[in-house]
């Protein structure tokens, strides 16, 4: 039986935006006319289903669906439906991280860009590439950055470390939180330079299972971002980490 594309958010670190991430993922595949739901396996904090409440309340469109979820194998049969379905993980659960890959079509690593975010985002894609999967990635997308100019020497750190980013980053900016604080995702803000930004990011993310090319692919081998179709358990970026 087919299902949708499976996106998984998944970071060590509270914080750095997946469930951000998540959020604004699943209402540009909303906006596109997909169906799309998050799995929040946060159950502590639950911001993604407080979010869509948020959003149901206010009667805000297009409709994204959430839930709460705890097992990833039962939570993906139940939710066959669905076009795109977004995994929004918990932090500090490797077991629990490493059941989610298993089942991911797509990995995102969101990340900041200080050492001290980046440190913890290598560590956790480097992990990813030991472990079985056939999802494409992981791939870090740089979030609550201070400035596109920091965005790009976090890029260059990452991309020394053999891992690719996702073009575009999401600036840290209060018009971001006000947005999220009433049920809105980073693309429907009041503000339509912060929209295009967080959409372009969303869409390059989505772009990933049709294989449209918009990762940052120049010099990588072209499986890294295109279809690994033969491979399927190949350590992705294997032996570039060494940096
Ligand atoms: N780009 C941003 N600009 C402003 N605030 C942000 C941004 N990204 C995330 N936040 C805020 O930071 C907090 C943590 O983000 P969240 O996505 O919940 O992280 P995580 O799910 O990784 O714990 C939230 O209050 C969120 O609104
Ligand atoms: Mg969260």
Redesign the pocket.
């Known amino acids: 039986m087919t299902r949708g594309q499976v996106i998984g958010v998944v ?1 060590q ?9 998540c959020q604004l993922i699943a209402s540009e595949a909303a906006a596109q006319g997909k169906q799309a739901k998050i799995l929040d396996f ?1 159950v502590k ?1 639950m ?1 993604s289903v407080e979010w869509v409440r948020q959003r149901l309340e206010r009667n805000l469109t297009p409709s994204v669906e959430a839930e709460p979820s705890s097992d990833i194998r039962k939570a993906l049969k139940h939710n066959r439906d669905y076009d795109v379905i977004v995994l ?1 993980g918990m ?1 500090g659960r490797p077991k629990r991280t490493a059941e989610l890959v298993a089942q991911c079509d797509v990995l995102i690593i ?1 990340t900041g860009a200080s050492r001290t975010d980046l440190a913890p985002t290598l560590a956790l894609a480097r992990r990813i590439t030991t472990l079985r999967h056939t999802a494409k990635g992981p791939f870090l997308a740089l ?2 950055v201070a400035t596109a100019a920091e965005a790009n020497r976090a890029r260059a750190t990452i991309h020394a470390a053999g891992f690719v980013t996702i073009e575009g980053e ?5 018009g ?2 006000q947005a ?2 009433v049920g809105r995702s ?1 693309g429907e803000t009041s503000f339509p330079s912060l929209n295009a930004s967080a959409r372009s990011l969303a869409q390059a993310i989505l772009g990933i299972g049709a294989g449209d090319g918009s990762v940052e692919t120049n010099e990588w081998p072209t499986w890294v971002a295109n279809d690994r179709g033969g491979e399927p358990n190949r350590p992705l970026l294997a032996g570039r980490g060494s940096k």
């Open positions: 970071s670190k509270g914080g750095v935006g997946k469930s951000t991430l946060d904090q911001s929004d932090p969101p979030c609550r999401l600036v840290e900016r209060p971001y939180r999220q604080d980073v």
